[in-house]
Every structure is written in structure tokens, then in C-alpha cells.
């Protein structure tokens, strides 16, 4: 693993607040995991593409492709 797999498995354990161990021992079939809300984490988190942030118009853009997806 390098340093940047690293990193990034450090950042997604923070997002989500789960340990390291936990992302890379989950099994799919596992349901024991807290399921996320993903509209309240693009609504509410933090992220970039292509290391820009998304401003607040980008995130709406997702968001209703998101609705328009699942019809919500």
C-alpha cells in the first residue's frame, strides 16, 4: 500500500467515522455497519474533485441528479 492509499483510507475512516481495521475487514454481506443517508452527506460534507471543493451550487447540481436518479 502507498502512502496516498494511506491517506486517502485515513480520510474516509474520519468521514465515517470508522476505524481503518473496519474498512478493510467489511464484508458486503455484513449489515451490521450503520447505514449513511448520502443527500445529508453531500448536503452537509466536505469533498473535492480532482482536489477543487465543491462550492455549494455544485453539491445542489449532485444532489438533484441524486433525486432525479432515485426519483425522491
Known amino acids: 500500500?502507498?502512502?496516498?492509499?494511506?491517506?486517502?483510507?485515513?480520510?474516509?475512516?474520519?468521514?465515517?467515522?470508522?476505524?481503518?481495521?473496519?474498512?478493510?475487514?467489511?464484508?458486503?454481506?455484513?449489515?451490521?455497519?450503520?447505514?449513511?443517508e448520502l443527500l445529508s452527506l453531500i448536503r452537509n460534507g466536505i469533498f473535492t474533485v480532482n482536489g477543487k471543493f465543491l462550492t455549494q451550487k455544485e453539491r445542489e447540481k449532485i444532489l438533484n441528479i441524486i433525486k432525479i436518479l432515485y426519483e425522491v
Open 1 to 36: 500500500m502507498n502512502e496516498s492509499d494511506l491517506s486517502t483510507l485515513k480520510n474516509i475512516s474520519r468521514l465515517f467515522d470508522f476505524t481503518i481495521d473496519f474498512l478493510l475487514e467489511c464484508d458486503e454481506a455484513d449489515n451490521s455497519a450503520t447505514p449513511i
